[in-house]
């Protein structure tokens, strides 16, 4: 049962993660202004 969670919890990171570097991908895709401004 404990394994269980552990695996969950895990998922719930690397799907957090995933999830978040694509946002940033598609934002600076979006608005490249971002890279050039300090």
Do not use: D
């Amino acid at each position: 049962m404990i394994t269980k969670i552990i695996i969950i919890c895990v998922m719930i990171i690397i799907a957090g993660s995933l999830a978040s570097g694509l946002f940033f991908l598609f934002e600076t895709q979006a608005t490249p202004n971002a890279l050039l401004k300090p």
